[in-house]
């Protein structure tokens, strides 16, 4: 989606099953598919996509937490959308690897469409392991700031 939001980022880790669909909406909506404007286009465009009927309100309660129990069925027509394991859903010990494995497919795409210059990444890495840590603090801070200032 070209306007994220940036209050799921990649270090900020997806932990209820709310933050785990708001991240997958933000990160990897499909790229054929045009972004949700609202919950109702969300739902629109799973249900196109799966053929399993998801209602805009079951996509306003996942989003905001207020169901944190679904069917599998509606678990499943979210992970066949995104294209993620349906275990990213399950247990945090199981669902913890899947995340990190989706949060590298999400800062892959934002490269390969110019969002990102690579040639930071590629920078980053060059740092020695000392540097390469001050400027993560430095990045986890923003990011902590950013969603401070998205969130009042």
């Known amino acids: 989606m070209p306007d994220k939001e940036p209050d799921q ?3 900020a880790p997806a932990t209820t ?3 785990k ?3 997958l909406i933000n990160n990897l909506w499909p790229a054929d598919t045009p972004p949700p404007r609202n919950n109702v286009e969300a739902a629109a465009a799973i249900t196109a996509a799966t053929g399993e009927e998801i209602s805009s309100t079951t996509v306003w309660k996942l989003r905001t937490g207020r169901q944190d129990n ?3 069925r509606t678990l499943t027509a979210f992970a066949t959308f995104f294209g993620v394991p349906l275990g990213y859903f399950g247990f945090p010990d199981e669902s913890a690897t ?3 494995d989706l949060t590298f497919t999400s800062l892959r ?3 390969d469409s110019g969002t990102i210059d690579p040639d930071v990444l590629r920078a980053l890495l060059d740092l020695s392991p000392s540097t390469r840590r001050i400027v993560g603090e430095m990045i986890l801070a923003a990011a902590s700031a950013d969603r401070m200032a998205h969130h009042s």
């Open 17 to 19: 099953l709310a933050d």
């Open 70 to 72: 679904p069917q599998l």
């Open 21 to 23: 669909i708001e991240w």
């Open 109 to 111: 795409r934002e490269v």
């Open 98 to 100: 899947i995340q990190e």
């Open 9 to 11: 980022t990649a270090d």
